[in-house]
T-cell receptor
Framework: KQEVTQIPAALSVPEGENLVLNCSFTDSAIYNLQWFRQDPGKGLTSLLLIQSSQREQTSGRLNASLDKSSGRSTLYIAASQPGDSATYLC???????????FGEGTQLTVNP | DAGITQSPRHKVTETGTPVTLRCHQT?????MYWYRQDPGHGLRLIHY???????DKGEVSDGYSVSRSKTEDFLLTLESATSSQTSVYFCAISGTPDRVNGLETQYFGPGTRLLVL
């Protein structure tokens, strides 16, 4: 059974700092990996999707990397802003159209 | 945002009553999913659909049933609600109408908060 772990569970940083969120998964036979953002009381917003054949994806200040063989992904956030404060979730799928298995998330607080 | 709506957005009900949650999409996506989100458990899949009238169970399907009679609608029914089904329920969609493989981002609806008393 696939298990996804995110470390740390919570992170507080000053504005402007570069930071890395970590995600690990137990079964390396994944189809893709997604990073989501969730604001309190809201739904999930997709940030980045990495196919299993890719090593990284970038969107603005966000960069996600994937090392499938070691079962790890990182989300790098450059020049953090208070508006980045949210919970970040990592999820993997094992086949096309299949369910996502989620980690419990990292709660990020960026202090002005 | 992908065109996904969920109704109702909030519901309070009593133990033993049936409850139906609706997910509606305007994207003509093939796949639809129901997840629940609980503290300490994260998001877990309840049921999913890979086409009209094609559904399958997820990891926490006991006590839930689903139906998909049209591409755009996916209904989740709690046959007899229990307090353990108090949760936030999210619908998600993925896939494009004319391709099976490739990039398949899952897009999530705004959620339904259900309280079973």
């Amino acid at each position: 059974k696939q298990e996804v772990t995110q470390i740390p569970a919570a992170l507080s940083v000053p504005e402007g700092e570069n930071l890395v969120l970590n995600c690990s998964f137990t079964d390396s036979a994944i189809y893709n990996l997604q990073w989501f953002r969730q604001d309190p009381g809201k739904g999930l917003t997709s940030l980045l999707l990495i196919q299993s054949s890719q090593r990284e994806q970038t969107s603005g200040r966000l960069n996600a990397s994937l090392d499938k063989s070691s079962g790890r992904s990182t989300l790098y956030i450059a020049a953090s802003q208070p508006g980045d404060s949210a919970t970040y979730l990592c999820a993997v799928s094992e086949t096309s159209g299949s369910r996502l298995t989620f980690g419990e998330g990292t709660q990020l607080t960026v202090n002005p | 945002d992908a065109g996904i709506t969920q109704s109702p957005r909030h519901k309070v009900t009593e133990t033993g009553t049936p409850v139906t949650l609706r997910c509606h999409q305007t994207e003509n996506h093939r796949y639809m999913y129901w997840y629940r989100q609980d503290p300490g458990h994260g998001l877990r899949l309840i049921h999913y659909s890979y086409g009209v009238k094609d559904t399958d169970k997820g990891e926490v399907s006991d006590g839930y049933s689903v139906s998909r009679s049209k591409t755009e609608d996916f209904l989740l029914t709690l046959e007899s609600a229990t307090s353990s089904q108090t949760s936030v329920y999210f619908c998600a969609i993925s896939g494009t109408p004319d391709r099976v493989n490739g990039l398949e981002t899952q897009y999530f609806g705004p959620g339904t908060r259900l309280l079973v008393l």
